[in-house]
């Protein structure tokens, strides 16, 4: 009994370890006592135990041990630390319990094992109970097995991995005990509750017989699946859920048991399987083989081994490849079933492991559906559906597209059924509309495809998708569809059943998804994806992360939605209507007033109107009746600038304070932008504009407003436009916005003439690349050097700048209407739309096999001539597509080559093809992005550096989570590479903290990024671990340290102590962008990141407590900084506040705008740091400024004086500021974290205005922390800082506040420090401030300060200061000189001799700026200068004066305060705004309407405005006398005067003399630049084209009319369009006017064939550009024009001439691809018009002049040569001239070669050899040949057969011979008939004609003779007698054409008079008039002049020639009505007409 004694005496824990089994026995029943009594389960008691456990469970005393069980039960059941011990205790309990005889010791194993599962550490009790498995002894075997189904039963299967445990199962089965087969046949069923069907794959290999007892107790089993009973520690929730449905008796919800049945992948259970080893050696010779039989042998072996369900991963590049050949290749169905099979098992294997190749294989089964046998097809279907699951639709989307406008109907309708069954695998999250938008569109067009197979493919694929994303998403998709086939679709969605039963698109609430489904159904669900029901649950119990929330959130805001967006899509009401619901909210005596003609009546009303608005209640603003009576008359064009203020402004309330509708916004913008750049209402007009993008969204304000403003020709407008635009970006931020809606615009003002339009446009640049980044300078590459310069600068000076958070929000209706897709549009727009913009180009077809076997040649020249080839290509194509055929495989493998070289090239080539592809990179990250990181390992530090910097310019286009999911980099960190793993390491440290989501893969890395974390290598283990918090962030701390119990004891200490200091220091998540599911990596897309600046959120957590603080709270603010800027919360204590919470602590940036539905999520979480922030920042404590300045003044505190900021300055501030200061923010103020004080600085922009008077109070220590910040070199928080004091000193202007010394001299010196910052961008800004400091502080005391800056060594500095003290002087006068005028003065002349060119140029300026004020009194001044600097200033102000005048200071100051008011504090600072051009521009255009020439060599005679003078009898004034000059010799163009009324001179007595003159007459009014005069003009002619009988008079003045008509429309287009003061509906009245005359004309055939073909050109140029011009859609009734125009069009075409139609729809193609000023459009009418003339051409061709339209066609074709035109964007010009070609062939055969008589060298040309082929191509070719030996002779006598034919072609070469452009080419055509057929008579043709025009001919033939025998060209002696020609062809009414007078005209300058003009130069006139530009390219650059140059020459012309030709004609005059004989006398007579007026007039004067 002593020895009893003895160790009765010892503690507890002794007693435990004693050697004495009864001692251990007491100690283990004391312990349990202890166990049991312990509260605290953190006590230090504890600790004592931790180490013994092991011994208490294998004490080798039985009756110990099984006391010592209990105790260890007690101790793990309530001590903090037992999971520390949990290895060892478990293989102690399976060693040393489980092998015991008694049932009690195991059944405490067992509760120990299960204790271990509920304190969470079921993967170590797992491992080793699977161990124990492996033990000799069946008992412990048996006890294992019977564990793990106890806890599998009981803690479910979510908790229990069961993969490893069905991975042991079989062998089991196999054992030799029964005991262990029949617990293994226990666990198998009780496993096969969990996961059902996905166990059967596993256990295939067991006895057939244990199979089929088994299949027996599955049936018995009941169908619901089992639920978990017990609960971890962290699962308490779900426990108290679960025992509340046990007491109700409920059952649980249907989704959470769909959630735990699909649980298990069976997939994820199998072992894979390596099969490329097993492969058959001559595998790839047999399946090139001839024989199908070896093909068919090498297919089934791999066949074979892919049955195995799951595949090991290796390279399968080659075996992919070949099996691809094989399907798209081999005529074989049968093989090419058979491959398809191999592909669809291969996919099903590898998984995601495929999705690297699904690229290169989908294209080729897509193509391949055009087989039509089924078991082909179905083949097809099951291997594209197995590619499906191992890639995304995003990868595939485009390769579906390219299919989707196949010829063949088959294969649209597979891939719209591929579409369907695809989309039924997708939820909202995976099916992103940025992916839909595409195929829905794509769709569309196969629901009207003639194929009804089609059709129901593309319904049952909407059906589908309207299905998963639900109506809402897809509709807007749809609005182009009628009512029948969106029925269908609807029809089609309710039809389908999604996997589960459950309702897609989020519309089935839960709460139906619960109730619905039968138990039946149950099984089906196993199949569900798990995602789609998360959310649910998250949303009830607000425990999972926020981004799970969307279909709820979706259901949820719902009904609001609906709602809103009645009012946001409000129909157009009509005048009476708004005048009604105007009268019923406004005073009656404002409505009459509104129009008065006393504008002070008009201004009371706007000031009652204004009153009623204000105090009128939302709902029941009637907003559009309002808008609709402000614009009425005089509306927009009100004259009294106080009157219009008042309406701009009552615009903007009522947009502020109604419910205001787009249909409202489009009455009044017009207006507003016609206002914008008004110097009085410009102002009103902004704030309007504001208004209405904060209620109808800033996108659609902005394009509707840019492309008003761009209709004008305004340069003030348009340069408004565009800075208002600029600024509006900066306070909506950049959501939503669509880029490509105004960037033509912006494009159109760079290349303005106004520098200030052009200046608007970089600036607006500047700041879309705050948002878009680099790729917006894509769309500026192709500008002139010069303007790209000025666009980098800009972009510089952007550069390191963060976009300001938004502070103006779309209003609530607007936001919610756009619901869902909201966040993905603004996505689109911000992030990945850019890239989408760029034109790109498809390389595939370039990459061709000889390429890829060249990169993988033997001999390394030859690979590196390969990798040089390929990055030629990828260079000349800029921007690629993502199909790049097999270059992946290629380039992958040379990233292994042995020759480094190489290897660097290949990333070069990677490189590029990032820049070069864009986001399309993402598919081929797997292939080859990940080898790039192999690269990270070599040995090499530069091939490392060159494979970093792929890295990152690929994660740069891709993001980061391609590259995190799945296994590949996981595989890459088990390389032991140090080098490779420190990059790797290194790479994910810097880009994790910047993402906001990862995938769950990431996981798989941290096994071995702890192995890191021990490296022998000290640089691994640094990475390693600066990578921890990283990882942590995402993954969480209780992951991470759960993944370190597989580590050994020693290596998990070290590594959690690790990870205890990285929990400290981890970052915060970046905030969320706004949506959750929407991109996934537009943060990496761009510089910076457009969707972290706002736009509707669905995350279920972004409530609406803060959106209703407006502006003003934090909610608003979050700097959309660049990924490298996360904003962190304030570091959390409590310990749960873990990845979980982190977006929201974040605070409440991603809030801004956005609304979800559930919006009580917030106050949840983080409480604590919320309820901090949303107190006052500032505390106002009376007269604690005047105490602080108190103290400094008696030094008690340091004086703010120092170079740099010392710790005791720093200290001094935060104590002071400690009281006035918000605790979080000073926190912040002074974290150490640049970040943070960007956001603090956020935080007190925002509350800058609501907490005005605090922050006066504070000011003194709000400028000395800024201070501190000029000593920071970081530019973010410097931008901040600058933009921060800009509000700050305009809110003080504003409160009147003005300076203390105090402030002032602790802020101003260090202010000005900053003046001299190397950075243009924060320059401008401090010179901003300082301008703006001057109002709140005396400009002379500023002065003593920047005198001090002139001192400074900084050059920059110095310059900038001065350049300010001119200024100041400009602007303040000399009395700013302080602290006298002479003194300063002296030491500013000093710098004039600086070395520096800057400081000395300032210094003259700031003389100069002296000078202006006190003229020569400066030079006393300055006192004594150098001769040298002397003469430097005196040269300055000399040049000075030239320049301006002097001007009063204070006119200059008023100037000053204007130009500088901080309206927009954000405004670029501009020292000398331009003003001068638009005055300029103005100018100019006044001058060309009042009819002035620009030209100084016109004669001033012919200025005269005839009709003026003729009415003005009062007036008397000298006439020079104008019968001295000849008007012969006029050869300068001049300005027809404009006549101002009908004035028809009756001096003719014939009467076709009279008539013609009156039409002349008539038809010069028609191009009158007055509006009335024009249509008077108009409605005289229709009148005359109206009425038949007299419509014959027109016969002759077609042309001449035609001319006026275009001349009428270019000025309109140009200048009328333009001018903001006239009517827009006497613009739409003139163009109606214009298209119902030539209605007229052109439905009376006769007339309309004699258009000639230049005259046709040019209209359709006129009548195309009409209908292309944007601002006449935006007018009332624009529409209804564009469609006349359009009828218009089609009649011109029918009823004109047809050989000149079609040659002047040549040449204007011809004229439209060569100039690309035009709109782009432009050429793609001018084609479709050619099109309709080829449809004609069966019925016209016996009417066309064939030869002429294949001259111009070959014309065309050496301009633009067949290779030139397919290097064209559009290949639709080479197709519509192969069309025309064809269409003439197969209408007139072989005979078409005959028809090239007209074209020179034709053996040279193209054209005959193109004839020819197509002709030899249908055969005709040949049989002629066959029937005559020679083809001419035999088409001789075939001609000479028809005298018909002969007839034609003659009169046909006759009327060329009359057609002024080609009189050459008739002569020509009739000299080589004449060859032909010398037996021709020609004397029926001549005999009508005059005796001129028979010798002209004869002449003209006798010449061509002479020059084809080689004879010397004999000139002409006279002009050719064009009117002769005319006057005397019975059958040709052709008028003359401009382009011939111009040509004339230009021969005649040559030759200086009119005899000697040589048949040459005619002749040539159609081939010069090919090479002239078109009359549109000489329009635009000078309106006003060229607008009638072309007329004008027309008319002198005309003049001329009549005259010599009028004697001789004038006798014929009365012969034939049917003759042209009028033309000809027509211009004779207007010159008669103009001079017998001269006369008169000169008469009355005398």
Known sequence: MGDDSEWMKLPTDQKCEHKVWKARLNGYEEALKLFQRIED?????????????????????AVAQLKGLEAALAFIENAHVAGKATGEVVAGVVTKVFNQPKARAKELGTDICLMYFEIEKAEVVQDELLKGLDNKNPKIVVACIETLRKALSEFGSKIVTLKPVVKVLPKQFESREKAVRDEAKLLAVEIYKWIRDALRPPLQSINSVQLKELEEEWVKLPSSPPKQTRFLRSQQDLKAKFEQQQAQGEESDGEDEAETAAAVDPYELLEAVEILSKMPKDFYEKIEAKKWQERKEALEAIEALIKNPKLENGDYGDLVRALKKVVGKDANVMLVSLAAKCLAGLASGLRKKFGTYSGQVVPTILEKFKEKKPQVVQALQEAIDAIFLTTTLHNLSEDILAVMDNKNPSIKQQASLFLARSFRHCTQATLPKNVLKPLCAALIKQVNDSAPEVRDAAFEALGMAMKVVGEKAVNPFLTDLDKLKLDKIKECADKVELPGGKKGGGRGDKKSAAKAPPPAEVPAKSSAPPKKTQPSAACKTSAGPSKKGKPTSAAGGKTKKTNDSKEVTENELSAEVCEDRAAGVLPASCLQQLDSANWKERLASMEEFQRAVETMDKTEMPCQALVRMLAKKPGWKETNFQVMQMKLHIVALVAQRGQFSKTSALVVLDGLVDKIGDVKCGGKAKEGLTAIGEACSLPWTAEQVVSMAFAQKNPKNQAETLNWLANAMKEFGFAGINVKGFINNVKTALGATNPAVRTAAITLLGVMYLYMGVPLRMFFEDEKPALLTQIDAEFEKMQGQSPPAPTRFTKKAAVEEEGDEGGEQEEDGGGQDIMDLLPRTDISDKITSDLVSKIEDKNWKIRKEGLDETAAIISEAKFITANIGELPLALKGRLGDSNKILVQQTLTILQQLATAMGPGLKQHVKAIGIPVITVLGDSKANVRTAAMATVQAWVEQTGMKEWLEGEDLSEELKRENPFLRQEVLGWLAEKLPTQRTVPGDLMLCVPQLYTCLEDRNGDVRKKAQDALPAFMMHLGYDKMNKATGKLKPASKDQVVAMLEKARAVMPAKPAPPARSGGGKCSAEQNRAVSASTASPANDDCDGKQEVKKGRGGVAAKKPPSPPEEPAPPPPSKDKDSNANKKPLSKGKAASGSQQGAAGKKPAAKNLKDEEDKSGPIFTLIPNAKEQRIKEEKQLKILKWNFITPRDEYVEQLKTQMSTCFAKWLQDELYHFDFQRHVKAIGVMIERLESESEATISCLDLILKWFTLRFFDTNTTVLMKVLEYLKLLFAMLNRQNYHLTEYEANSFIPYLILKVGESKDVVRKDVRTILTMLCKVYPASKVFPFLMDGTKSKNSKQRAECLEELGCLIEGYGMNVCQPTPAKSLKEIAIHIGDRDTSVRNAALNTVVAVYNVCGDQVYKLIGNLSEKDMSMLEERIKRSAKKTPVAPAKQSATERSQREHPTNPNATFLRKPAQEDPNKLNQARQNAQLGESSHPSIPKEFQLDLDMIEMDQSRV?????????????????????????????????????????????????????????????LAQIDEVLRQEDKAEVMSGHIDQFLIATFMQLRLIYSTHMA??????????????????????????????????MGVLKDLMHGLITLMLDGRVEDIEDGQQLIRSVNLLVIRVLEKSDQTNMISALLVLLQDSLITTAGPPMFSELVMKCLWRMIRFLPETIDNINLDRILLDVHNFMKVFPKEKLKQLKSDVPHRTLKTLLHTLCKLTGAKILDHLSMIENRNESELEAHLRRVVKHSGNLSGLKSDHGNEKTGLRTEDRMSKAKVSDILSEIFKKIGSKENTKEGLTELYEYKQKYSDADLEPFLKNTSQFFQSYVERGLRMIESEREGKARIQTSAVIPQHGVDASLSSNHEELKPAVYYERLKILRQRQGLENTSRQGVGGSEDELQQRPPMSSLLSSKPSVASSTDMLHSKLSQLKESRELYQQEHNAHSHSPTHGHTRSASPAANLDDLKKRLERIKSNRQ
């Open 1619 to 1652: 001018d903001d003061r006239l009517d827009k509906r006497d613009i739409i009245k003139l163009y109606s006017c214009i298209i119902g005359n030539m209605l007229s004309l052109f439905s009376m055939e006769s007339l309309a064939r004699e258009a000639s």
């Open 41 to 61: 389960e953190k006590s230090p008691e504890w600790g004592k135990y931790l180490g013994q456990i092991r011994k208490f469970v294998t004490d080798s005393n």
């Open 1517 to 1577: 004034c000298e006439l020079p006398d104008l019968v001295q000059h000849k008007l012969d010799e006029l050869l300068e163009p001049i300005m027809i005067p404009e006549p101002k009324m009908r004035s028809v001179s009756p001096h003719f007595d014939d009467l076709h003399n009279s008539t013609a003159s009156t039409i002349n007459f008539v038809i010069s009014q028609v191009a009158s630049g007055d509006i009335n005069t024009s249509i008077q003009a």
